[in-house]
């Protein structure tokens, strides 16, 4: 059973996101990413209460803006979604997931050398490559710790 429900376009959306966040991390960065996308559409709690697909979450809105970059900035559909990128979406989807953003609902890419230890309030849960991962304080989204 996967993780979420899911469509065979959104498998399309969620490769893109992932190529278009994270391709220069190569395949580890970019499950990472997988997981921050997956692990919102699980989430019922905070910013992801009205959430529950994939489309859903590459598109939320937060602020006045796109939550994610890649959509912002509209490189998320630069490129098509390659087979490698399909099959780690994929892997996301169905039961992949890996610290530090096993339950991770953000991450981003500072300009400082260093990732801080909160982000909007959020605890650090781990760094890869470029990548800054904070997962939930504890007790406020449960929800993202189950499936």
Same mark, same amino acid.
Request: aromatic letters at 14%; hydrophobic letters at 35%; proline letters at 6%.
């Given at each position: 059973?996967? /993780?979420?429900?899911?469509?065979?376009?959104?498998?399309?959306?969620?490769?893109?996101?992932?190529?278009?966040?994270?391709?220069?991390?190569?395949?580890?960065?970019?499950?990472?990413?997988?997981?921050?996308?997956?692990?919102?559409?699980?989430?019922?709690?905070?910013?992801?209460?009205?959430?529950?697909?994939?489309?859903?979450?590459?598109?939320?809105?937060?602020?006045?803006?796109?939550?994610?970059?890649?959509?912002?900035?509209?490189?998320?559909?630069?490129?098509?979604?390659?087979?490698?990128?399909?099959?780690?979406?994929?892997?996301?989807?169905?039961?992949? /997931?890996?610290?530090?953003?096993?339950?991770?609902?953000?991450?981003?890419?500072?300009?400082?050398?260093?990732?801080?230890?909160?982000?909007?309030?959020?605890?650090?849960?781990?760094?890869?490559?470029?990548?800054?991962?904070?997962?939930?304080?504890?007790?406020?989204?449960?929800?993202?710790? /189950?499936?």
């Amino acid at each position: 059973m996967p /993780r979420v429900n899911y469509r065979s376009h959104e498998v399309d959306e969620m490769a893109r996101m992932m190529r278009a966040e994270a391709e220069g991390e190569g395949k580890q960065g970019m499950l990472y990413v997988g997981n921050v996308i997956v692990n919102r559409a699980v989430a019922d709690c905070l910013d992801f209460k009205s959430v529950r697909s994939i489309h859903d979450v590459i598109f939320q809105v937060q602020g006045g803006n796109f939550s994610f970059e890649a959509v912002q900035k509209g490189n998320v559909f630069y490129q098509r979604a390659r087979t490698s990128e399909r099959r780690l979406a994929t892997q996301n989807l169905d039961y992949w /997931r890996d610290h530090p953003a096993k339950y991770a609902l953000w991450y981003f890419n500072p300009t400082a050398p260093a990732c801080p230890p909160t982000w909007y309030d959020q605890p650090f849960s781990g760094q890869f490559k470029e990548h800054c991962f904070y997962e939930p304080k504890p007790g406020t989204c449960d929800s993202v710790y /189950r499936g």
